[in-house]
């Protein structure tokens, strides 16, 4: 098998000389390299680039071969290229190798050198190959390998993994710190794009198909969105991940998107707890402001009452005086009753810790029941219990009793004097949590008109001795204190069913 | 200058009535006077008595009071207005120091007329009855 047809040379030129031009256009250097069995390494031919790669001479390079060794390549680099040789020559593979020498003129340049050995059958082998400068790949490389260094511990140090969309085959490129967060073994990996999102908590897909869409749809510069993942422990991680589209096909369609995930569930759960302490420090400021109102006008208007007398007994006759110190007790009175309803309001809304126990309702229930016997019995009120015998709420147990009471004597104080009176207990859970409706089937009351009213301080809606108003006000604040809510739902002449939430979450 | 014969004194707090009484009277007010313990009374008597042009000179209006307050007074009271043969001038007196029912009773401008603070003093009385 012939390689070439021989050549066309018309002008004399000798074969030889015409090689020789061909192979001085190479930008390499080319060579052959003969070991002799003698263990004798011999360069049979080098070309004249060597004068560049090296800054030999031919001569030089064939006859005093060893001032390449002595003087050019680099002697950390002269193990490397000697073994490598060997076993080159030895196994009869290809022999690659690179190099650094060190020239008079250039410098230190990177080289690589390649070659393929033939067996003789006098057993020498010739190699035949190429030196190549690689300085400048070599120098691309290395600021390669810097700049993908630098990115890849910056992502460390950052905690952020990456994602890269291949929106075609709708697979994802995951780096290991995404798998991280997924509490899954630290590798990249390339799995479909269902993966990750299966495991999105429910509440964030809608959230997170409205971010894609924005930026989509060109509303957002980028894309943004904070989620939950589920992890292998199977506990939720905050995630902010962003992106960008990077590649489009020709018809503008989206091909690819890359962006970073970064776990953001430390400041997520702190800003959460901090949300919640805001949300507590503003309601018990509400509280507070709240109470200061009712503070400042209950006791003003019994101090109001005070200075009046004190002002008329002045100027009063003898006779009148006698009326105005049985006002002065009544002022008294009223004082005194009122600074216990303070207090009362204050332990509620300001005790830190109350104690909560588990309390049996349906047992609670008939304790009252048992103590209000006489009320019940003489308004003939008819008591219907719905509530299972095991039904427990975790509640303080003087709340529960208040609570109950109020609601009861209620029901009964504002039962109507054309039916016979009902009350009706019935225990269910909504929404996961306990709740007690108490209806009864008395004078009821208009809600739109007392919507806002109802629950407030000394705030009555019947003409009824017993009136005081105080009972729901501070019913509420204990049931609130519990972290439960009360609902009312009335219709005059009807009936009135107060619900109480209970919650037990903590 | 014209003389207030009538008034009506709407607050649920009995002691109050009995002080205001003989506040007037130390002071020498002569005026025919109606207490009230609620709004909701009060609006009745009004218009009871709207035929026969009884409508009283001048109202003092607590703010918190049972069944119906202040505020639903107000409501009621203009509603009632146009029906009247006139207008009774009313003065809110209340325990209320916040801002909230004092700024509230800005927004009833042309009903009512004032806003005092209890406890009610001389002075007061002076600047009520003087129109």
């Given amino acids: ?138 120098e691309y490389e290395k600021k390669l390998q810097v700049s993908e260094e630098r990115f890849k511990h910056a992502l460390q140090a950052a905690s952020d993994g990456i994602w890269d969309w291949d929106m075609c085959k709708n697979t994802v490129y995951f780096s290991a710190p995404s798998m991280k967060i997924l509490g899954l073994e630290e590798e990249e990996t390339i799995i479909p794009l269902d993966f990750w999102r299966n495991r999105m908590h429910p509440d964030d897909i809608l ?149 909560k126990e588990k309390l049996n309702l349906r047992h609670y229930l008939k304790n009252i029941l048992n103590i209000l016997h006489n009320e019940i019995k003489k308004h003939g009120v008819n008591i219907e219990i719905n509530i299972p015998i095991d039904a427990t709420v975790n509640y303080n147990p003087a709340y529960l009793e208040s609570v109950l009471l109020n609601f009861t004597t209620n029901a009964i104080k504002y039962s109507s004097p054309d039916r016979q009176p009902m009350i009706s207990y019935d225990f269910e859970m909504i929404d996961g949590q306990k709740a007690l409706s108490i209806t009864d089937n008395g004078l009821g009351l208009d809600i739109k008109k007392h919507k806002n009213s109802l629950f407030g301080m000394y705030k ?24 439960g809510r009360i609902e009312v739902y009335s219709e005059v002449n009807k009936g009135t ?10 | 200058m014209k003389k207030i014969e009538s008034l009506y004194v709407i607050d649920d707090d009995k002691i109050y009535h009995f002080l205001f009484k003989n506040l007037l009277k130390q002071n020498g007010i002569d005026v025919n006077t109606t207490f009230f313990c609620n709004g909701s009374d009060a609006i009745e008597h009004i218009k009871e008595n709207k035929e026969n042009d009884n409508s009283p000179d001048l109202i003092l209006l607590d703010v918190n009071m049972p069944i119906m307050d202040g505020w639903q007074f107000l409501e009621e009271y203009s509603k009632v207005l146009p029906l009247l043969n006139k207008q009774s001038v009313i003065y809110m007196i209340s325990s209320s120091n916040n801002e909230v029912d004092i700024n509230k009773a800005k927004c009833y401008e042309g009903v009512v007329k004032d806003y005092y603070l209890k406890p009610i003093c001389k002075e007061d009385l002076d600047k009520i009855f003087i129109l």
């Avoid at chain 1, 959230?207 to 969105?225: I, M, Q, T, V, W």
């Avoid at chain 1, 069913?497 to 903590?506: A, G, V």
Wanted: charged fraction near 30%; include cysteine.
């Fill in chain 1, 1 to 138: 098998m012939e390689f070439f047809d021989m050549p066309d040379i018309h002008d004399g030129e000798s074969l030889n000389d015409f090689y020789k031009k061909l192979l001085n256009q190479v930008p390499d250097l080319i060579f052959k390299l003969v070991w002799r069995p003698s263990n004798f390494y011999s360069v049979a031919f080098v070309s004249e680039r060597v004068s560049e790669i090296f800054e030999l001479s031919v001569d030089q390079f064939i006859g005093e071969t060893e001032i390449f060794f002595e003087e050019r390549l680099f002697p950390e680099d002269k193990d490397g290229f000697t073994i490598t040789l060997e076993i080159a020559r030895k196994k009869l593979t290809s022999w690659h190798y690179e190099f650094r020498v060190n020239l008079p003129e250039q410098g230190i340049k990177w080289m690589r050198v390649s070659a393929k050995p033939e067996l003789h059958p006098n057993g020498s082998v010739h190699f035949y190959g190429r030196v190549s400068d690689v300085t400048e790949q070599k």
């Fill in chain 1, 207 to 355: 959230l997170h198909e409205n971010a894609r869409k924005a930026y989509f749809e060109g509303d957002a510069p980028s894309f943004e969105c904070i989620y939950r993942v589920l992890n292998e422990n199977g506990k939720y991680r905050w995630v902010l991940s962003r992106g960008k589209v990077v590649s489009y096909d020709d018809n503008g369609e989206s091909t690819r998107a890359i962006g970073t995930h970064k776990d953001i569930t430390d400041i997520k759960e702190k800003e959460i707890q901090l949300a919640n302490t805001i949300n507590i420090i503003g309601s018990q400021n509400n509280k507070l402001s709240n109470f200061a109102h009712i503070v400042s006008h209950n006791l003003r208007s019994h101090a109001g009452n005070l200075k009046m007398l004190i002002d008329i007994f002045k100027g009063a006759e003898e006779e009148e005086k006698e009326e105005m110190l049985t006002q002065l007790e009544a002022i008294s009175d009223g004082l005194y009753v009122t600074i216990i309803h303070l207090k009362e309001l204050v332990d509620i809304q300001f005790e830190v810790k109350i104690v």
């Fill in chain 1, 497 to 506: 069913m107060f619900k109480i939430f209970f919650n037990e979450e903590d």
């Fill in chain 1, 460 to 483: 009555t809606f019947h003409k009824n001795q017993n009136a005081r108003g105080i009972g729901l006000f501070i019913t509420k604040n204990q049931v609130e204190a519990m972290g």
